[in-house]
């Protein structure tokens, strides 16, 4: 069989599983949407392989397979540390998917995926080093050295959101300590992602409220609003400076819902600044270039890199 020049980018969440079908040349050829069926792992299998016949049909070929989703895969066992897809945790699902499709599978992590993308002909394609933040409901990233993901040891380089808020940074804003789903408490997704707008301005007007509306209000003018979006910027800015001393990136692209931020590219920088000592300058902070397709583009980058 001739080398394959196609390669497919697998994104997995908990309401949609999207294949995206390339070129050798990273040009999309055509893309699938399905709901994800999260609880049961046969039905699962059953979807992602329908889903990759329908583009091996397509291409008249049997395409190389890259996967991102959610959660920390552990690099000595492959299984999935934790998933927002049940039916996943504690899985191998490249093995999964290497038996059922014949093939090799790369398995990545979705905020990962992202960042390989920017990195490769996206927002930070010149940049010699880079990182990907993911500010959505959560907050994640990945780090690219010469356009190639860096995982670490444990698979974890780059997630950000499970780096703890200094308490005194807190006390300065009069934010608590909140519990981390993970296990540890302060950690900066709690006040940074886009759920973390919400603890906030809820913390401070005992409104439950999500960041759309937050944000709309604060446009429209409300104080109590646009506070709470000035404490969450200086808490992301305080949370990006730790970035930038551990890893030093000549570009940050963001992603996520508050990625369409404006104010984001033009506060942050001059906020960074302030939690740094004197001589490192903040890196850009650029707006992606390929926006809701960076998880599916960078799922197949990741497949043509490693295949």
């Known amino acids: 069989m001739s080398k394959a020049h196609h390669y497919y980018g697998i994104d997995i969440g908990g309401t949609k599983i999207e294949l995206a079908c390339y070129d050798d040349e990273l040009r999309l050829i055509?893309?699938?949407?399905?709901?994800?069926?999260?609880?049961?792992?046969?039905?699962?299998?059953?979807?992602?392989?329908?889903l990759v016949q329908q583009a091996d049909s397509l291409v008249s070929e049997r395409g190389h397979i890259g996967v991102g989703l959610p959660g920390i895969?552990?690099?000595?066992?492959?299984?999935?540390?934790?998933?927002?897809?049940?039916?996943?945790?504690?899985?191998?699902?490249?093995?999964?998917?290497?038996?059922?499709?014949?093939?090799?599978?790369?398995?990545?992590?979705?905020?990962?995926?992202?960042?390989?993308?920017?990195?490769n002909g996206g927002a930070a394609a010149d940049a010699p080093t880079m990182?990907?933040?993911?500010?959505?409901?959560?907050?994640?990233?990945?780090?690219?050295?010469?356009?190639?993901?860096?995982?670490?040891?444990?698979?974890?380089?780059?997630d950000v959101g499970h780096v703890s808020i200094p308490g005194d940074t807190l006390e300065r804003y009069r934010l608590p300590v909140l519990d981390c789903p993970c296990g540890l408490r302060g950690c900066a997704e709690r006040y940074a992602s886009g759920s973390g707008i919400s603890a906030i301005h809820a913390h401070f007007t005992g409104q439950?409220?999500?960041?759309?509306?937050?944000?709309g209000l604060a446009d429209d003018g409300d104080t109590a609003a646009r506070y709470s979006l000035d404490v969450h910027i200086a808490v992301l800015a305080h949370s990006i400076a730790t970035l930038v001393l551990h890893l030093d990136p000549h570009a940050i692209v963001l992603g996520g819902g508050l990625s369409k931020l404006d104010q984001l590219y033009t506060r942050l920088p001059p906020l960074i600044a302030t939690h740094l000592f004197a001589g490192p300058r903040p890196p850009p902070i650029l707006r992606p270039a390929f926006g809701d397709a960076s998880g599916t583009r960078g799922a197949a980058i990741l497949a043509r890199q490693n295949h």
């Open 131 to 158: 990182f990907g933040l993911i500010l959505g409901t959560g907050m994640g990233g990945g780090y690219c050295v010469g356009q190639r993901l860096l995982r670490g040891s444990n698979g974890t380089l780059g």
């Open 30 to 50: 055509r893309q699938w949407r399905i709901p994800t069926p999260t609880h049961d792992l046969g039905q699962f299998l059953d979807a992602v392989v329908e």
């Open 208 to 215: 439950r409220l999500d960041a759309v509306q937050i944000i």
């Open 73 to 119: 895969i552990d690099p000595v066992t492959g299984r999935h540390l934790s998933a927002n897809v049940p039916a996943l945790t504690n899985q191998n699902l490249a093995v999964l998917l290497t038996e059922r499709l014949q093939r090799p599978i790369t398995v990545g992590n979705d905020c990962q995926c992202f960042a390989l993308s920017e990195a």
